[in-house]
């Protein structure tokens, strides 16, 4: 199948993590190396001894032997810090385990000779016929499995290594990635894993530990963005990975950088030379420190399959498998073995637990992201249920995020909706959960304030990432080549507004296994289907508020359609960004709720729309006509997110698919023969849908809204044809919430947009006038939904690059776009599985399209769209 991922220029990257990091980075602290890497003093005094011995520090020069102290560019620098890092980490060996040769930058960057040992072969023998067993979490100093150093002081002793790691120059090759699905780029200098990332095979970015940028430049925080985006890159492929370090190197001096899902911390910059022990603190703490310290999940762990697909036990932490052996595996389909508390147990301090196999992601895009959520989503078994039948056994989506302390728990949100009211009725329209708990790691909840950064305190005010670095040169041409995944819709962490700082929020790692399963909104059948998915959710959502829980974060992404028939066309998902609206106190500085490109212009600036009096209403959803009543403007007031911002989200939801796609399960490919026409309405989209510049973005709403000129002509005269019955809807919703905001009396909103809809369906089943184009696309995507084995992802608009940039590139990406949907691109895949309720569509001739249809150039790869819009 085509690739999920937005292309991207590390432009797009660098602006992608300064928004997404906006007031949360912090550096000088002078506490961060010494609590992260608590090592014990006399440990390091033996390694500095040892270093010292062997010549790679000298004592005399206060400098260590092979790295310059005046680098005159940074390419002097690699193979000499390589080479430093190296003798240091071999040096953290006790006697008996360290290879015959400290291992040199020049001899991982060239084959063994039959007359040169190899290096890479003494060292991951050593630790074949030794493994590193990982201990309780604890301090390294306190590591219970010591080994005494035969060739020195019997009271001077060393831990067990945990971590089998070794430093790679890597400043002109790219990390490699499964199914080639990461573009190039290029950390300077990383740390891997000697006995799966082999000297033949490269470095995986599934492997890469620990990312270090080298700076000729005094000034660490210059690299910042270009280490975090390396960071970035690494957590999309580390499925198992809660947070990583990095460090930037900087002419002589050094900084540790801690990067989580709050944002980010760097210790204070030291000199290496004159400071020597520090340096060796850090790096021991690399080998000697459990990897959960070190970022690893251990409550995942990854599956090896044989030729067969058949799941190899044990699963093992991904570090320890090597990736040559999954290089024709595409990510998506890696299998894992995640745990979780079983049902009922969520709140017990020791909760009984049951495993789950994940066996597909449905999506994955939003793993990369820093701060924020990032969510990751896949289909799932109980291992418990795997005697039965794969053409039987139950299916479960299991969800995988990191959410903010401070807002409601998704998963007690769903057992109050799940729950029958005082009268005895269920909720319709709502997904089903089956259980939800924290991640504990050794009994302790995984959060990212006390566990993750051991209760270390930000030190300051938080950098801005905006301003202007001058001390940071322009990076290799090479590594300005198109790169993946810069969401256009980032949810859940904005930019805050010039000036406002913030206070790190605790992350609180969670997990939710839903029963409910269905297909992203843009998968419909047809309109009556699409119709019916809007009614239920709807009604969805009036049940959530009736129960006081408002959603706060409608997208295509969080209304599924299941193929069943009423109350259940359509089910809303994701109660991550729900709030109890009864009780729910706001936080001034929280960060809004809801994917940017469909919130209400009210939501975004917190003030009310200014509509005139000069409407004309009608009652009737079919014609265009506006609203009449006469009411005096209010004056600006402070706004909360409510239900009817809800529906104004729905509204956009329609506009967006009938402006932006083709039809069902294709995006829009269909444009203006005239250029001006289609540059006009290509900005005019990217301007309403996908900017990141909050205010502009509001400010483009609020004109739609309070113009019914602009609403009618830009909007409605935008929409493609497939979706031209949708139009009335859309204006008849438009003239609702128009009257709605103007008199701020939105006590009929829920029934109007039922009795729009439900119109909608009725309409469209009396249509006759079917266009072959259009029955092919309803078929192919019936033909998709019929394959369980293909993945959803977050959604996000169409990038229609309004001033230009059709290329080449773009040509072939849209053309790969039209071959999948035409089922000309199939992978092969395994049998699949029946799900209750997702029946597909009678298969018939595929017809020709009537008339030939210009392909032109659209910048991204989307075709499908996740069942949970998480992040960011």
């Not at 975004?604 to 014609?623: A, C, F, L």
Request: net charge neutral; glycine share 6%; with cysteine.
């Amino acid at each position: 199948m085509a690739d999920h991922h937005v292309n991207a220029t590390v432009k797009d990257i660098d602006d992608a993590v300064k928004i997404e990091l906006q007031s949360a980075v912090f550096v000088d602290n002078p506490s961060l190396i010494n609590v992260m890497f608590d090592i014990d003093p006399k440990i390091v005094d033996l390694i500095y001894d040892r270093l010292v011995a062997q010549g790679s520090y000298v004592v005399g020069t206060r400098s260590w032997a092979k790295l310059p102290r005046s680098p005159k560019n940074e390419n002097v620098l690699y193979t000499p810090l390589t080479t430093v890092l190296n003798d240091i980490t071999v040096a953290c060996l006790p006697e008996w385990q360290k290879p015959d040769v400290s291992p040199s930058a020049e001899s991982l960057t060239k084959a063994p000779t039959s007359r040169e040992p190899s290096v890479t072969a003494s060292l991951s023998d050593t630790f074949s016929s030794n493994p590193p067993q990982p201990n309780a979490l604890q301090p390294a100093a306190a590591c219970s499995t010591t080994v005494v150093d035969p060739l020195s002081d019997p009271d001077r002793i060393l831990p067990r290594p945990q971590l089998s790691i070794e430093w790679r120059d890597e400043h002109k090759k790219s990390p490699k990635s499964m199914k080639d699905l990461i573009s190039k780029m290029r950390p300077d200098i990383v740390a891997t894993f000697k006995h799966t990332s082999k000297e033949s095979s490269g470095v995986w970015w599934r492997t890469v530990h620990i990312p270090l940028e080298v700076k000729r430049r005094f000034g660490a925080v210059a690299a910042a963005t270009q280490l975090l985006r390396y960071v970035r890159q690494a957590l999309h492929l580390q499925h198992d990975r809660r947070f990583m370090y990095g460090l930037v190197f900087a002419k002589r001096s050094l900084a540790l950088w801690h990067v989580d899902r709050s944002g980010a911390l760097a210790s204070v910059e030291f000199d290496v030379h004159n400071n020597p022990k520090k340096l060796i603190q850090v790096i021991a703490g690399l080998v000697y420190m459990d990897p959960v310290e070190l970022g690893w999940d251990p409550t995942m762990k990854m599956y090896m399959t044989d030729k067969e697909g058949n799941l190899l036990e044990p699963p093992k932490p991904s570090y320890e498998v090597d990736p040559t052996t999954q290089n024709n595996i595409d990510h998506h389909d890696v299998p894992w073995l995640v745990t979780i508390n079983k049902p009922g147990t969520e709140d017990a301090t020791d909760p009984e637990t049951e495993d789950f196999i994940l066996w597909r992601a449905l999506s994955l895009s939003r793993s990369e992201v820093i701060k924020g959520r990032a969510t990751r989503v896949w289909c799932a078994w109980k291992k418990a249920d795997m005697h039965i039948p794969r053409i039987r056994r139950p299916l479960y989506v299991f969800k995988d995020t990191w959410r903010d302390a401070e807002r409601s728990v998704e998963g007690v949100l769903y057992l109050r909706a799940n729950k029958a009211n005082s009268n005895g009725q269920e909720g319709t329209g709502i997904a089903k959960m089956y259980s939800h708990g924290k991640v504990r790691i050794n009994g302790e909840e995984d959060n990212t304030l006390v566990l993750v950064r051991k209760s270390v305190v930000h030190h300051g005010e938080p950098i801005d990432l905006l301003s202007p670095q001058a001390d940071m040169p322009d990076k290799d041409p090479v590594d300005t080549k198109h790169l993946p995944v810069i969401e256009g819709w980032h949810k859940d962490h904005f930019r805050p507004f010039a000036g406002k700082a913030s206070i790190p929020r605790n992350r609180i790692h969670s997990r939710i296994v839903m029963l409910s399963f269905g297909w992203p909104l843009l998968m419909f059948r047809d309109l009556v289907e699409l119709c019916g998915a809007f009614h239920d959710a709807i009604v969805g959502h009036r049940w959530l508020y009736d129960q006081g829980i408002l959603h706060r974060d409608i997208s295509p992404g969080n209304i599924l359609i299941t193929g069943g028939p009423e109350p259940n066309r359509g089910i809303l998902i994701d109660l991550d960004n729900a709030c109890e609206w009864r009780t729910h106190n706001h936080i001034p500085e929280d960060e809004r709720s809801g994917t940017l490109a469909f919130m209400s212009g009210e939501v975004i600036t917190k003030e009310r729309y200014q509509i005139g009096d000069d409407d004309t209403e009608s009652g009737d959803p079919g014609v265009f006509t506006w609203p009449s009543e006469t009411e005096p403007t209010s004056l600006p007031q402070s706004v909360r997110h409510d239900f009817h911002h809800d529906l104004e989200s729905v509204m956009w939801t329609a506009c967006w698919m009938g402006m932006c796609r083709q039809g069902p399960g294709q995006r829009r490919n269909v444009w203006p023969d005239d250029i001006r026409a289609q540059e006009k309405l290509k900005s005019f989209i990217s301007v309403t849908f996908e900017q990141q510049h909050v205010a502009n973005i509001a400010n483009a709403k609020a004109i739609v809204m309070i113009t019914k000129a602009k609403f009618s002509k830009d909007v409605l005269g935008a929409f493609t044809p497939y979706f031209y019955p949708l139009r009335p809807i859309a204006n008849y919703l438009s003239q609702r919430l128009r009257l709605a905001y103007r008199r701020r009396d939105f006590t009929k909103l829920y029934d109007e947009y039922l009795s729009a809809f439900k119109g909608g369906v009725e309409n469209c089943a009396r249509r006759n006038d079917a266009d072959p184009y259009f029955e092919r696309m309803e078929k192919d995507v019936m033909d998709r939904r019929s394959k369980v084995d293909i993945r959803w992802d977050s959604p996000h608009a169409a990038r229609f690059h309004p001033f230009g940039g059709e290329n080449k590139r773009e040509r072939d990406e849209a053309e790969d776009s039209s071959q999948e949907l035409s089922g000309a691109q199939e992978n092969s895949s395994p049998p699949s599985v029946a799900i209750a309720g997702l029946r597909p569509h009678p298969s018939s001739p595929t017809p020709k399209p009537t008339s030939k249809r210009r392909v032109v150039a659209i910048g991204q790869s989307e075709d499908l769209l996740m069942n949970d819009n998480s992040d960011e």
